[in-house]
């Protein structure tokens, strides 16, 4: 039987396609978390856990005689708390509080579906008080809209609960505090409460008249029905049609950041939202938008929840610093940083943070020398040598005004926007302070929960040697982050912000504009 060339080229493009069809399929993110853990793959979870640690997290490099001990610690506690079966959102969560002690800002547990029952109220600070909120952001109570306690107990003790699930530099904010909050019953169960169907609300009004209200919690389904609904599923072939339509419904995370525009908030005062940072460079529209806000005499950069690894931002913010004439060393070090050595990593690990190695300055070996006096002395054998990063060469203009609103979830490159701004004098911090996450991250799967890890593998120095990683800046000017924001208000807090030193009065042409805040 002969075949025609046109009936050999069909058969070949369907098998083809049938394979790409296939190879899709195999990409498709799937969730394959065990719901349930027995006591076996607990410690064999904890034991894969400490060994990825002791050889690729750059925190636990840094004081190993004491982090080890502690690791080890806290892991035979959670062995011996769970000896019988654990659900997988109970065991993320005492991997999260491990991993906390490293005190690494960039440490996170991911690829889990918490299925304790969440709090049936949304809360929001105010001052030193939480509103308690339906799900319209409405008071649940208007005659009483703060609450005190939740199951009888203060909201002192489901916060102070609460901050066990974050790194050190975020513990005091409120809004990292939110999430972990509304997990109710992961924290009764760390308080020592029983689980029950509802929950016993304290209100409290102005003239501290209290009201207690029962609330009950939000229906799931049990883990044990959704695991025997993923079995069948995965026993039934998905036919072509129905992949396509999964394909269609997928959604990639870097297109979801849709770019903001220039707002008015007065004649004066201009606001611009960016989060992906990547997706700045990239944005020359987005771009254009930030070089005319810089023409007005106060632009206000929302970066609260920013991040990337993209300079761009910096260089282009950086008309606002001062003139520096001081006689240094090496005026034009920014930062110092390296990183844990690992077989697989290349010497260009850092080159993506926009570091370089120290022969890239081309300077003589003395003057090396004395640049990297201030920095601490390492095991060579678990940290890469030093690499550098330099300022950008941008020249200041204008006398104009720059506000940044950052958070604890600015990291990355917006660490390094927020550490450079905070000494210019013409710029603003407000909002809570950073975490301190300047670092790439090491991830890995752990093999039976399925739990996805991430923690810092790089170390980041200031000009001075002094670790900027997990310290965190704190904001000029202090405040809580919600989203409800008076931006007049906040221009009023710049104006009455107390003036920093100047370096230098600048005397280049003003490019920028020269108009007073009204």
Known sequence: MSFSYRSIVVLLSVIIFASLVKLAFFAVPKDNTAPMLNAQEVRQDLYALLDQIE??????????????????YMASLIVEQYQDITPNDRFAAEITKLLNSLK??????????????ELPLTLRPLNDQWLALDSSNSPINNDFPFVTHIDGLPMSKWVAASQAYLPEPAKQSQEMQLPWLKKLNLLREDLGLSIKPYVLITLINDDLQTQQVTLALPSHEPQTQLVENNQEDQTQDMSVFEFINQLSQFERTEFQD?????????????????SDLYAFELNRDLQQELLKGMTHPLLIIDLRDASGFSPKLLTLLSRYQDTDLNNTLAPNVMGFAHYRRSPELRNDYLQPLNFKPLDALEYSVPRLKSLTRNLPSVDEDKFSPWYVRTKPAVTPEGRNRLALLVSP?????CEWIAYRTKSWSRANLIGEKTSGDFAR???FKLPNSGLDIRFSS????????????????????????NSDIQWQGLVSLVRSAKPKTQIIQTSQPTKLAQAKLN
């Open 104 to 117: 690494d800002p960039g440490a996170q547990v991911h690829n889990f579906n918490a299925q304790s029952g």
């Open 258 to 274: 849709v770019p903001h525009q220039l707002e008015t908030v007065n004649n004066t005062t201009v606001k611009l939202k960016i």
């Open 55 to 72: 050889q690729h997290s750059a925190f636990y490099a840094l004081t190993p005689d004491k982090a080890s001990p502690q690791l080890k």
């Open 441 to 443: 991250q090491y991830h």
């Open 409 to 413: 979830k600015c990291r990355q490159e």
């Open 458 to 481: 790089s170390l980041t120095y200031d000009a001075q040697g002094k670790l900027l990683s997990g310290a965190g800046t704190e904001p000029d000017i202090w405040l809580p982050q």
